[in-house]
């Protein structure tokens, strides 16, 4: 071990084709160490990080690729499906009333009510409620009847043209006598729909823009 130590010690730098064969062959192994390091480093990294970028840009590139040849497979499925839908929109608003149109309607549901046989003590319509394209129309009721006279006014108005929608059902027997099941009242919200036309559309959208600007 002396001898190693002392023959490295003895080793000259300026004289390096004098030195011993396994003093040149350590070095050797030492340059190609630090070359293959500094390599790894300088060089490999980087081209094995791009590499991995590549492949994760690839997989990104295929999903993407699958992802829009199903949608271009079933181009025509989709075309007939919006016609479909855009036919069925249209459908929902022909039975929208127009302003026009919230009279005879009112006058339909009472005169659904009168032969029904229910006896209204409240017919109230409300405020006309705005929302992103449509408004809606709220009316207020509290009739008496009995049961079957309910359920008739109610199937009467869900067969109307137009589309109504009945909230807040709450039925509650009248006078004293718990049994007596013809002497009753319920009080009901019907509600109906208008589409709204561009022009009150862009009036509302520019109210709420306003309110948002006041809240900020």
């Not at 081209?47 to 271009?72: M, P, Y």
Request: hydrophobic share 40%; proline share 2%; with cysteine.
């Amino acid at each position: 071990m002396k001898d190693i130590n002392f023959d490295l010690n003895e080793l000259d730098f300026s004289k390096v084709g004098s030195w011993p064969i396994a003093a040149k062959a350590g070095a050797i192994i030492v340059v190609c160490v630090l070359v293959m390091v500094l390599g790894y480093f300088f060089d490999i990294k980087g081209q094995q990080e791009l590499l991995d970028n590549s492949r994760r840009q690839e997989l990104t590139l295929k999903e993407s690729f699958v992802e829009k040849w199903k949608k271009a497979a079933n181009l025509e499925a989709y075309k007939l499906q919006m016609t479909e839908m855009e036919q069925s929109f249209g459908t929902m608003l022909r039975q929208l009333p127009s302003k026009t149109e919230i009279d005879d309607l009112l006058v339909d549901i009472s005169q659904t009510g009168l032969a029904s046989g229910i006896n209204f003590k409240l017919f109230k319509p409300t405020k006309e409620l705005h929302q992103d394209f449509y408004a809606e129309f709220p009316i207020q009721m509290e009739v008496t009847g009995d049961y079957h006279r309910f359920g008739r006014f109610v199937s009467g108005v869900a067969a109307l043209p137009r589309i109504v929608t009945l909230h807040n059902i709450a039925i509650k027997r009248e006078g004293k006598n718990k049994e007596d099941s013809s002497n009753m009242s319920m009080s009901i919200t019907a509600k109906t729909y208008r589409y709204l036309d561009e022009n009150e559309i862009a009036q509302l959208r520019a109210e709420q823009n306003k309110n948002r600007k006041k809240t900020r």
